[in-house]
């Protein structure tokens, strides 16, 4: 698990520490790391560093004078450094100087006797430092043909200019880099909105900052797999949490079936179906007990209601039902635009048991705009306020994943594909938040975990192709066992000690 800070609370801890530090001592540790990041890219597509082109693209603030500075060192490792200046009244005096004094070039943009844009598309790397932290809005100016020209790696200073710091949201012109190499800890830009898909790879530079505790957290591989619910000697098919899927109808039954399995697929614990699919539900996963309605399911330790329900009365009675059982409840789609139709619908739940939401744009607005929550560009603010006022956890699906919880804990999950951008997609997520639940996972986490293997097997499956939702179903396994052994947990095969461990599901020869 990872800390992602707002940049208020990076900037309080920048300030606490230039006041103890030697004039221009961080924005030199700062550049040292972008050069040194920059040398290895270099080496990587070049196969040297000596006479290579790097531009620095130079904007009027720090984060101008961290690329000035790093040019400046990579000056003197024999780089051929040209520094175009945006805003030549307004460089960094300091990094300027020490570039020009390294014996870099610089060049005032518009350039007088140079086309800076054939700079641009002649150089072997290109540094953004054209704005930071301090960021509004997109690149203006001569930014945007400069950028356009690029036919390098960019790698981008902090973040990659035009991107919004806080959220992530990119609304004209940005820089695309392959790098970002950022100072003291992550920032939102890093992990929310285009920000992940703008910024390539994030590489930190410690500064020495004392930070306090982070804004956002990002769960890795391990933590999902030190979380995940593995049967041990004294498990039963009950013990490990029995999930029930409320979802499907003679009109959309494949929603029933894509969740059902996608619960069968997350744990050995047992699975439910309750409505009107089961006989499509049973055909496709046998292993599933499937009845007609929620009252004559049976016990369980979670439901997932909404997938493919409708939103009539008859859907209206099957979530209330849900509600009546008192289980934590994981409430997708239809469920969600029936909570925003009959909001007495809330007053059927047990304050004491747990809600996950997990709307889309459109299911947030239905829900949110009644209750004065309404979507904006800051996602996070936005899920901690439904979170809030639903008493629920809220899962707000989108590039970056966002999941909040009602006291304002917020786990991030950026996309690193979009190939789950598909047809029954959120009913395999739904299933698997589902079977979190029923395991007894804290709620916040059964949907981040869930999210987590959710992306992760969208990627597996995909690799890179098109993918259908059933095919996620094949890949969930696959994911839940990376992140298993991430965590460096031993597969529940009770072999004697000193065997080679495989997972259950592996091939086993002899
Ligand atoms: N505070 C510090 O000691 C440190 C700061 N560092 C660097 O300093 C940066 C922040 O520097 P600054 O606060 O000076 O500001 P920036 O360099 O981010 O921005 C400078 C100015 O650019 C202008 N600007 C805003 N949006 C723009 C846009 N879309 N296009 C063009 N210009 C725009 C604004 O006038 C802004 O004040 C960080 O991102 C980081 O790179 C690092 O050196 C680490 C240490
Ligand atoms: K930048």
């Known amino acids: 698990m990872y800390g992602v800070w707002t940049v208020e609370q990076i900037r309080t801890a920048e300030d606490r520490l230039l006041a103890v530090t030697p004039d221009g001592a961080l924005i030199r540790r700062a550049a040292f790391g972008v050069a040194t990041h920059a040398l290895a890219l270099l080496r990587e597509r070049t196969g040297g560093v000596a006479g290579r082109r790097v531009v620095l693209l130079v904007g009027s603030g720090n984060n101008g004078g961290d690329a000035l500075w790093a ?11 040209t520094a175009l200046l945006l805003r030549a009244d307004r460089a960094h005096p300091e990094g300027l100087a020490a570039l020009r004094r390294a014996g870099g070039r610089t060049v005032e943009v518009p350039a007088e006797g140079a086309d800076a844009e ?4 002649g150089a072997d790397l290109v540094v953004d430092g054209i704005v930071g932290l301090s960021a509004h809005g997109s690149l203006r100016g001569a930014a945007p043909a400069l950028v356009a020209a690029v036919r390098a790696p960019v790698l981008a200073v902090d973040l990659p200019s035009g991107v919004d710091p806080d959220t992530g949201a990119v609304e004209g012109d940005a820089v695309r880099a392959s790098v970002t190499v950022t100072f003291g800890g992550r920032k939102p830009v890093h992990v929310l909105g285009r920000g992940p898909a703008r910024c390539g790879e994030v590489r930190l530079v410690d500064l020495g900052l004392d930070l306090p505790e982070p804004e956002l957290r990002v769960l890795e591989a391990a933590d999902v797999g030190r979380r995940w619910r593995m049967p041990g000697p004294d498990d039963d098919k009950y013990t490990q949490g029995v999930t029930g899927i409320a979802a499907g109808s003679s009109t959309y039954p494949g929603a029933a079936v894509l ?5 069968v697929r997350a744990t050995s614990g047992m699975v439910r179906y309750a409505g009107w699919a089961a006989d499509e539900v049973r055909s496709r996963w046998p292993e ?7 009252e004559d399911a049976g016990r369980v330790q979670a439901w997932v209601v909404g997938p493919g329900l409708g939103t009539g009365q008859a859907g209206r009675d099957v979530l209330a039902a849900v509600f009546d059982d008192g289980v934590p409840t994981c409430v997708d ?8 139709k009959y909001p007495e619908l ?3 739940r047990d304050p004491d048991a747990a809600v996950v939401l997990t709307p889309h744009d459109r299911e947030f607005a239905r829900l949110g705009e009644p209750l004065g929550v309404e979507l904006g560009p800051d996602r996070v603010a936005a899920a901690r306020a439904l979170a809030a006022r639903t ?3 809220v899962l707000l699906k989108g590039n970056a994943t966002v999941v909040a919880d009602q006291d304002g804990r917020v786990l991030v999950n950026p996309a690193r594909s979009s190939w789950l951008a598909t047809a029954g997609s959120g009913d395999v997520l739904t299933g698997l ?3 979190l639940l029923a395991a007894g996972e804290d709620p916040l986490f059964a949907a981040a975990c869930a999210s987590w293997v959710h992306v992760r097997a969208g990627e597996l499956a995909a690799d890179g192709a098109p993918i259908s939702a059933a095919d996620v179903l094949g890949t969930i396994p696959a994911a839940v066992r990376e992140a298993v052994l991430a965590a460096g947990r031993r597969p529940p095969l009770h072999r004697p000690e000193g065997a080679t461990a495989l997972c259950d599901d592996e091939p086993r020869h002899g």
């Open 71 to 81: 040019g400046y060192y990579l000056r003197k490792r024999s780089v051929a450094v």
């Open 118 to 121: 054939a700079l641009v598309s």
């Open 259 to 263: 969740a059902c399995g996608s619960a």
């Open 288 to 294: 599933v007990v499937a009845t007609g309605s929620v």
């Open 333 to 340: 789609a239809d469920g969600i635009s029936l909570l925003a």
């Open 346 to 348: 809330w007053d059927r």
């Open 391 to 393: 008493n629920s956890v």
């Open 433 to 435: 938040v589902g079977s």
